[in-house]
């Protein structure tokens, strides 16, 4: 649930239910002091819609009544005993009633003395009009409810005993004691719903988005959030897991790219220090007087010259491997006529090849006029690196590198294929992967920085195109790569322009 739908609810509940409730309550009341109403027949019968207010007050007095005939049959002097009246009263007291005791025309006893003289005048007479004393009788005026109780004081005297009881007094201390007591009971309950209610829904979500926040500022990043609710909690928890999901393959990036740094610097060191002490030894010898003749100074110079190549080729791949992190390899694309420069490409390389004794095949079967839109250097960087893999790998005397280049309507398609080793079928799908090797051992002694195949697949990507590699054990490698071919505007298209 959303959080203003979750206040707007809690709103209402805080007006309506303690409404209702206290409605239900008071209703209730009402019912029970209905069914607890007590008729006291009061001469003009008005008494009866208080009735409802008195409760049991009819039962509390008979009793205190009943009490006092009992005492008065057993003892008639009794009642003139201060004492006596006095434990009479301190028991109406706790019923918001009190004594008055008459003797003849005076008060004998007042258990409230001020009270007394303002209803003792309007007191009937002895045996007078008084209704039967268990009914009792109502004063409109002073609310006043009076049970009469008439007796013969031992000197022959006419007494009166009165229970005056304070019918405002009922009403306020105990219906609205009840009603306090319900509203209160009322209003607990529902602080305690609404209050269960909101945590369960608000601090708890919370308090777990707290404990997962606390866990990714820690470095776990296994930590997991259920993210089925709904609402703003559910949107924050799968907030949070994207989050997660997020910082945990970019920690896992990081930590890969770090180890591939590694690898690529011990590469880079082990490859950069094999020509380096072959040029050291050389110039040594050189200084040394060991090529003492012009043959061996030229051997010694171009084995020098050589090396440079290589530390050069090293410095390169690196730079470019650098860009290639940044997505910062800078192109410079133009539209090339295919047969025109991969006939140049094969020439450099076949130069290149001819000392090595590994024969060299071209085959172009592409139109003469099929262009292609792409950036000359970068793609004889890609021809050169897939050649020199495989020149790298040849385990043969007699090597033999293939190129082809093959029309596929709307693309061309090169293929550089070799004899040599080949690669295995579970290490095919990897080798364009940074720093992969299939055998590590193997390709430290070749040199080789190990990402040579990653740059050709970024470079080629980069074109538009794709490359993809087949091969067999100890038969060889195929590096198959495509590039859309260059569509020139139709004519209909050029005059509407």
């Not at 019923?95 to 005048?121: H, M, P, Q, T």
């Not at 930590?255 to 380096?276: A, G, V, W, Y």
């Not at 090339?336 to 450099?348: H, L, P, R, S």
Request: glycine share 6%.
């Amino acid at each position: 649930m959303k959080f203003k739908t979750r206040l707007l609810v809690t709103s209402l509940v805080i007006i309506i239910v303690p409404l209702f409730l206290t409605a239900v309550a008071f209703t209730g009341i009402g019912i029970y002091m209905a069914n607890s109403e007590q008729d006291f027949g009061t001469p003009d019968g008005s008494f009866t819609s208080f009735s409802y207010t008195l409760e049991n007050y009819d039962q509390m007095t008979e009793t205190v009544l009943l009490g006092v005939k009992e005492r008065l049959l057993a003892d008639s002097s009794a009642i003139e005993d201060p004492v006596f009246l006095e434990t009479i009263n301190r028991e109406l007291i706790g019923k918001s009633s009190y004594l008055i005791v008459r003797k003849d025309n005076d008060i004998f006893y007042a258990g409230n003395a001020v009270a007394a003289e303002r209803i003792f005048d309007k007191l009937p007479d002895y045996g007078g009009d008084a209704p039967d004393e268990e009914r009792g009788y109502y004063y409109h005026d002073m609310k006043k409810l009076v049970k009469q109780l008439d007796f013969i004081f031992t000197d022959g005297s006419e007494g009166s005993l009165f229970i005056i009881t304070k019918v405002s007094s009922l009403i306020s201390q105990k219906m609205l004691i009840d009603m306090i007591l319900a509203y209160v009971l009322i209003l607990i309950f529902t602080s305690m719903v609404l209050t269960r209610w909101i945590q369960k829904g608000v601090f708890t979500p919370v308090n777990q988005l707290n404990t997962a926040m606390q866990n990714i500022a820690e470095g776990n990043f296994e930590y997991r959030l259920n993210s089925d609710g709904k609402g703003e909690i559910g949107e924050l928890y799968r907030n949070y897991e994207d989050m997660r999901l997020r910082l945990k393959e970019s920690i896992d990036e990081k930590f890969e790219h770090e180890k591939q740094n590694r690898e690529l610097i011990s590469n880079i060191s082990h490859d950069l220090k094999t020509p380096i002490t072959a040029v050291k030894g050389y110039v040594e010898g050189i200084m040394d007087g060991v090529a003492d003749t012009p043959e061996k100074m030229d051997k010694y110079i171009k084995t020098i010259y050589n090396k440079a190549n290589d530390m050069d080729r090293l410095i390169n791949e690196l730079t470019v491997y650098s860009n290639i992190d940044n997505n910062r390899i800078p192109y410079n694309f133009h539209r090339i006529n295919v047969a025109d420069y991969f006939g140049d490409c094969v020439e450099e390389v076949g130069l290149d090849l001819e000392p090595k004794n590994i024969k060299l095949n071209y085959d172009d079967l592409v139109a003469p006029d099929t262009q292609i839109i792409a950036d000359p250097e970068q793609l004889r960087r890609v021809i050169n690196n897939i050649i020199g893999n495989c020149v790298k790998y040849l385990d043969k005397e007699n090597g033999v590198i293939d190129i082809r280049i093959l029309d596929e309507v709307d693309s061309v398609r090169v293929e550089i294929e070799d004899n040599g080793k080949g690669i295995a079928a579970k290490d095919l799908p990897n080798i364009f992967e940074r720093f992969y090797r299939t055998d590590a051992s193997r390709n430290s002694s070749k040199g080789g920085s190990g990402i040579g195949l990653s740059i050709v697949k970024k470079i080629i990507e980069d074109h538009g195109g794709y490359i993809w590699a087949t091969s067999k054990e100890e038969e060889g490698t195929c590096m198959h790569f495509v590039i859309r071919k260059y569509q020139a505007p139709k004519q209909e298209e050029v005059n509407t322009q």
